[in-house]
């Protein structure tokens, strides 16, 4: 019986490999996008592997906020245009780029790199805390905004760092819990509705 | 096919490709009990995953040592939403499923657990009384593990009044009286752990922590070759914080 030829070469098993190890990818499609890949050799796999390249060599981490950029300090930090004094905390670069998108925030951030995790045993000294603190502490700061999850860890986190901000010249404020736009009461879960009934405001 | 239905108590989620996550709950006739959530990385289900969410579950699976999956997951309270104020209730919810993860087998059956993590939950929303009943928790945690301690009498007179210590190697009580000569040597019992209408004095939840830390870590962490969580010590300094011990 003939034995039935399941690969078509090490470059592509590798290629297979390396796709499915990315985010929502597993190895079928990792296997559909290699393929893709194979067939778009010029428009699509050449400068997308050029693209990668240049990224893996000119993409940095910011080390005053922790974004990436091709410049260190980054360029939401070195914009003068932005204000200085209010710094929004958030816990991945993916809920920066979100601030950002919307176009609602125009002061500085700053990226944890996570949230405290218990089950994971994820501790402050595991994200950019201390680093949050020392830009605090060396003014020009004049509030801080916790923009983050209204998880069990989102809030855990936050709690932390307005108690370790508590002593310090500086407001700390976080986003508001409730209601989302386009969101119907009759559809919202229990919780939402009560962090909702608890935020309300006078109009 | 096995399937499974009842209450449940969210311990962790983890997403498990773009759309799903693999949920742990704490239920009382299969104990720790994992599966797969279909849409649980969705916003519509991510809040009843949070630890600490009381649910109503539906769990199958396709063979009795299989993942499986929740067919069904509802909530069946405001879960941890009712916490989010309260920095050291979040800290203690966070606690309280990572060392019910760490130290449960699964599938082990742990009805008296269950309810006590239930009270202690109840506890953790209504307000501000609660770090006594997770110290009873904790030692209600060490007695459903096989590590109960015998707090009801003193181990060297036979006594049931003015219990004041508990031996570190053998977790039995001690009165004030027979123990004062080993007084240096002993953990300190609070009068709330030996008596539940004993009202609260100032250390009194210091001692309970200090006291269920040692047998935690001794007769639970230790044969894992794990501390307790962070998150035990960050919850006390939150707690001493806001003079609540």
């Not at chain 1, 370790?164 to 508001?176: F, G, S």
């Not at chain 2, 945690?141 to 003193?154: K, P, Q, R, V």
């Not at chain 2, 639970?220 to 939150?238: F, K």
Request: hydrophobic share 45%.
């Amino acid at each position: 019986m003939r034995r039935a030829r399941t690969s078509a070469g090490p470059e592509l098993e590798r290629l297979v490999e390396l796709l499915g190890k990315l985010p929502g990818l597993g190895p079928r499609s990792a296997r559909r996008a290699a393929l893709h890949l194979l067939k778009k050799r010029d428009a699509l796999m050449r400068p997308l592997g050029e693209a990668t390249l240049a990224a893996a060599d000119k993409v940095k981490t910011c080390s005053v906020c922790g974004n990436l950029d091709v410049t260190d300090p980054c360029g939401i930090c070195t914009d003068t245009v932005r204000d200085g004094a209010v710094l929004c905390v958030v816990a991945e670069i993916g809920d920066l780029w979100a601030l950002e998108r919307s176009g609602a925030f125009a002061g500085r951030y700053h990226v944890l790199g996570g949230l405290l995790n218990a089950l994971d045993g994820i501790r402050p000294d595991d994200l950019r805390i201390g680093a949050l603190v020392s830009r605090v502490q060396a003014g020009g700061v004049t509030e801080v905004v916790l923009a983050l999850s209204a998880t069990v860890e989102g809030q855990t986190t936050a709690h932390y760092i307005a108690d370790l901000l508590a002593d310090l010249d500086v407001t700390v404020t976080r986003l508001a819990q409730g209601v989302p736009v386009g969101g119907e009461l009759d559809h919202l879960d229990d919780g939402t509705l009560l962090t909702a009934l608890r935020s309300r405001r006078a109009m | 096919m096995r399937s499974w239905t009842g209450p449940a108590i969210a311990l962790s989620a983890r997403r498990h490709g773009e759309n799903d996550a693999v949920l742990e709950v704490l239920t009382p006739d299969r104990g720790r009990l994992a599966g797969l959530v279909y849409g649980g990385a969705g916003s519509r289900k991510r809040a009843l995953l949070e630890p600490g969410s009381r649910l109503d579950a539906a769990w199958t699976a396709r063979a009795e040592d299989a993942l499986g999956w929740f067919e069904r997951i509802e909530a069946s309270g405001p879960g941890a939403a009712a916490l989010l104020d309260d920095p050291a209730a979040l800290t203690a919810v966070q606690y309280v499923a990572a060392v019910l993860r760490d130290v449960l087998p699964e599938r082990q059956a742990h009805p008296a657990l269950f309810a006590a993590t239930g009270v202690l939950l109840d506890a953790l929303a209504a307000g501000p009384e609660w770090p006594a009943v997770l110290v009873r928790w904790e030692v209600g945690l060490l007695a459903e593990t096989g590590f109960g301690l015998g707090l009801s009498e003193c181990a060297l007179t036979g006594t049931t009044r003015d219990l004041a210590y508990v031996s570190p190697r053998t977790g039995r009580a001690a009165s004030a009286a027979a123990g004062a000569p080993y007084a240096d040597r002993l953990l300190r019992l609070p009068p709330f752990l030996a008596d539940p209408a004993a009202p609260l004095a100032s250390g009194d939840i210091a001692d309970g922590f200090a006291l269920t830390a040692h047998f935690l870590a001794a007769h639970l962490m230790a044969p894992l070759r794990r501390d307790l969580p962070e998150a035990r010590d960050r919850l006390i300094i939150q707690l001493g914080r806001a003079q609540r011990m």
